[in-house]
């Protein structure tokens, strides 16, 4: 997992397939500002908002989601 670095994406969290499935809070966020673990779901731009703190999550360019 790590930070997009473009400006315009510079807030989004991007994963890649190994960090499938995604849930926020991730690893890599403060235990003290972590929330109840909500599992996320990507839109067809790949792009996914935390309902509890707003995080923004996208999949890395070329990321591929396999359906269970």
């Known amino acids: ?3 997009a670095t473009t400006p315009a994406a510079a807030a989004a969290v ?3 397939g190994k ?3 995604a849930h926020c809070p991730n690893p890599a966020m403060p235990l003290w500002s ?3 673990r909500v599992f996320l ?3 067809h731009d790949g792009q996914a908002k935390c309902p509890y703190c707003g995080t923004a ?3 890395k360019p070329g990321t591929v ?3 269970h």
């Open 1 to 3: 997992m790590t930070n």
């Open 14 to 16: 991007e994963l890649e």
């Open 19 to 21: 960090d499938l499935p």
């Open 34 to 36: 972590s929330h109840p």
């Open 41 to 43: 779901d990507f839109n």
């Open 57 to 59: 999550y996208r999949l």
């Open 65 to 67: 989601v396999s359906h």
